[in-house]
């Protein structure tokens, strides 16, 4: 699930205080554009390998009284940020769309043959029209 095998193993065995401690990491590392696909991709991970009941006991086990102390608190702080780092994705999707068109449309103009053909002098990497001496 997360791309290693040994920290899939550690995620499936982990304690329910460790668990607790590591989906509150998750939920800071979820907060900044860097870090942002870890902690998703060990979300992802746990999700999988853990039933939510079996979370959702890891957070009642490990109650603390301090914030984001339950699984509903913890999932309300993973919402609004995994949906703005959800529609910068979807907009840099997008953007690589245009990069696509715009690089098709520059690679068809040069294919197409005007009827004037340029040489390149290697030396000086400037454009010569043919027949011309550098």
Same mark, same amino acid.
């Given at each position: 699930?997360?791309?290693?095998? &040994?920290? +899939? =193993?550690?995620?499936? %065995?982990? $304690?329910?205080?460790?668990?607790?401690?590591? !989906?509150?990491?998750?939920?800071?590392?979820?907060?900044?554009?860097?870090?942002?696909?870890?902690?998703?991709?060990?979300?992802?991970?746990?999700?999988?390998?853990?039933?939510?009941? &079996?979370? +959702? =006991?890891?957070?009642? %086990?490990? $109650?603390?009284?301090?914030?984001?102390?339950? !699984?509903?608190?913890?999932?309300?702080?993973?919402?609004?940020?995994?949906?703005?780092?959800?529609?910068?994705?979807?907009?840099?999707?997008?953007?690589?769309?245009?990069?696509?068109?715009?690089?098709?449309?520059?690679?068809?103009?040069?294919?197409?043959?005007?009827?004037?053909?340029?040489?390149?002098?290697?030396?000086?990497?400037?454009?010569?029209?043919?027949?011309?001496?550098?």
């Amino acid at each position: 699930m997360s791309g290693s095998a &040994d920290v +899939d =193993r550690v995620l499936h %065995d982990l $304690s329910s205080t460790d668990l607790v401690r590591l !989906l509150r990491y998750v939920r800071d590392w979820n907060t900044r554009a860097s870090s942002a696909v870890i902690a998703q991709r060990v979300l992802h991970a746990i999700v999988k390998f853990r039933p939510a009941v &079996d979370i +959702d =006991r890891s957070f009642e %086990d490990a $109650s603390t009284g301090e914030e984001g102390s339950s !699984l509903h608190e913890l999932v309300e702080g993973l919402i609004p940020y995994t949906e703005r780092h959800l529609v910068r994705m979807e907009r840099l999707v997008q953007e690589s769309y245009v990069i696509d068109y715009v690089l098709r449309e520059m690679d068809d103009g040069l294919a197409e043959d005007d009827g004037e053909h340029m040489d390149v002098d290697p030396v000086h990497y400037t454009q010569l029209p043919v027949g011309v001496d550098a």
